[in-house]
């Protein structure tokens, strides 16, 4: 083993600043909304100067069984969120990203270029500006509706008539990039004589994608679900083109939450809905991790 | 089983010239090697034939049918890479057995094939392991293995040895050789290594910033370097090449200060040269005498190193600005004094015009 450059102690030191920093900013809020979520504190009213333990109370409103699959309940809202996360993040995202980085794959040119400039493009904009350039783009008198009729289609209220279908086609669009930079770095990895193997040998594209690059992309794959699901399950972004509406059809898990804390101000609720989707979280993060750790393992 | 035929292939790369102008025929059945330095064009010509890459103009035969335009997978070639190129999430069965399963051979008829080669390759011990478990000289082995299994009318070989350390690469050698015999089938092999490429090949091409030098079986190589940069490439250690001048009956060895002659009575010169006219004379290390006293036409040196290779031993010997390489047949160079005399056998010299072009 190393010796370490720095005693204990003064290691101990240097790191208090971030230890500070993860207990107000990290744990401090984590337990005192676990807290809260057994409570039935709000902004306004009597609760919110004495708010008082109402036990599992929160919970059971969530889960309902009446009411949960409503429109505007947690239930329909954790539906909406799973079609939005598997629309999205695993087939939008994850599969245009997989098929741009592999038709490009040990490809160069203009095209690439164009391509990649664009998605990436795409990706770093600020969430303000994306969302209103959309929210352009979808409107009933819109760029998308008048290219429409200008070849002869009907247009459509989108963001009324297909706020879902919107909300999945805008986060596609948004976060491609990164499901394609992870996959064409990880297929230039992959080194150039496995693929012309193949090629000598008379394998076809699609076998050369079937038992050459997608099980060598395997690992990769993994991570890069996990790591868009997550960030798909909480992304608030969608409420600037739909604000969750019309009439809750786009009431993504993270709008629910904002709705019930910050429109509503039922904290003890939305604290209780914080905890769930912290839970949801932590069960995906831990598949991630099992499945990274079983990977390594492979390796060594 | 086919033969190959390259006409006036070219290939650039940006404004790199890799191969330029080349012409070349392989029978059936031989074993070729293309040899050269680094970027020499051997690879990119093997690429070309592979159809991995396609030439700029020029035209490809395999069995008399004209595969330049043809995709790598239509042209039936197994290629062998530096690399191995062996899938590290497949068994070594499913390694050699890929080419059968891109064929659509069942799972039995693969398993029984990829069986019948690994025995033959003394690599049927090996077949539930993964690549990352074996050896170099293993791996290589599955690498050939593969491209057998595919049963192609051409073997092309990409450097396969230049990965091994130097024992295996002796043995690897061998066992390509008895291989490419035992199968019979066409094999270019591409190798910056000159003993390589005397010890495989039938016949071998000599290539030098993208175009054939020399070709000629490896004995006919070594005997008749056409130029120096043949004669300089070929053999360990390659051949001595000194600057001469004719004068007279006299030959003069151009070393810097120390210029010395020696007579000609002997020498079968080329018609060409003439009195005055300056060349390179060739000499390979072999057919020099080393005297410790002065004779008629030795010149004199000053003793530099000398080398012990065990079966036959190395002295090098400084002439003005010259080190001159001399091969003894014995174990260990004798006590040698500081100056000595060399002795050229005037049966086996060679003249290279100013060109470097051998004169006839």
Known sequence: ?300 | MASIALSHLRKTFGKVIAVNDVSLTIADGEFVALLGPSGCGKTTTLRMISGLEMPDSGSIYINGKDVTNLPARLRDVAMVFQDYALYPHMTILENIGYPLKVRGVSKNALTAQVQAVAANLQIDELLMRRPGQLSGGQQQRVAVARAVVHRAQVFLFDEPLSNLDAKLRLEARAFLKHLQREVGITAVYVTHDQAEAMALADKIVVMKEGGIVQVGTPLEIYRYPANTFVASFIGSPPMNLLSCQLDGSQLQVLAGDDTQSIGIERMALPSRLTAGSQFTLGIRPEHIRLKTTPTANSIRGHLYVTQTLGSESLVIVRVGDLLITIRLFQDEAPPLPDVVYLCFETDHLFFYGQDGQVLQ
């Open chain 1, 1 to 300: 083993m190393q010796k370490a450059v720095l005693s204990r102690k003064l290691s101990l030191l240097f790191l208090t600043p971030a230890l500070v920093f993860v207990a107000l900013f990290l744990v401090y809020p984590f337990f005192s909304i676990f807290q809260m979520s057994f409570t039935n504190r709000a902004l306004v009213g009597a609760n919110a100067l004495n708010p008082q333990n109402v036990g599992l109370q929160n919970y059971m409103d969530l889960f309902d069984t009446q009411d949960w699959m409503r429109r505007g309940e947690m239930g329909h809202s954790l539906w909406l969120t799973a079609q939005f996360v598997i629309g999205s993040a695993l087939i939008g995202q994850a599969g245009l990203g997989l098929g741009i980085a592999v038709a490009f794959h040990n490809r160069k040119g203009l095209l690439r270029e164009l391509v990649f400039t664009l998605a990436i493009a795409a990706w770093i904009m600020p969430d303000v500006v994306v969302a209103f350039a959309w929210f352009a783009y979808l409107d009933p008198d819109g760029t998308l509706n008048q290219m429409l009729q200008a070849v002869g289609l009907r247009p459509q209220d989108w963001l009324f008539d297909y706020p879902l279908l919107s909300i999945i086609l805008f986060n596609t669009w948004r976060g491609t990039a990164f499901s394609m930079l992870l996959f064409s770095s990880a297929l230039a990895s992959i080194p150039p004589s496995y693929v012309e193997t193949a090629d000598v040998i008379g394998a076809r594209p699609w076998q050369k994608f079937r038992d050459i690059l997608l099980p060598l992309l395997r690992g990769y794959i993994a991570t890069d679900l996990i790591l868009i699901t997550l960030w798909t399950f909480n992304t608030f972004t969608p409420f600037l083109l739909t604000g969750g509406g019309p009439s809750y059809r786009s009431n993504i898990i993270a709008i629910y939450t904002y709705e019930v804390g910050l429109r509503f101000f039922q904290f003890g609720k939305a604290s209780a809905i914080a905890v769930i989707v912290m839970l949801i979280n932590l069960v995906l993060a831990s598949i991630y991790l099992f499945i990274s750790r079983s990977r390594q393992r492979q390796i060594a």
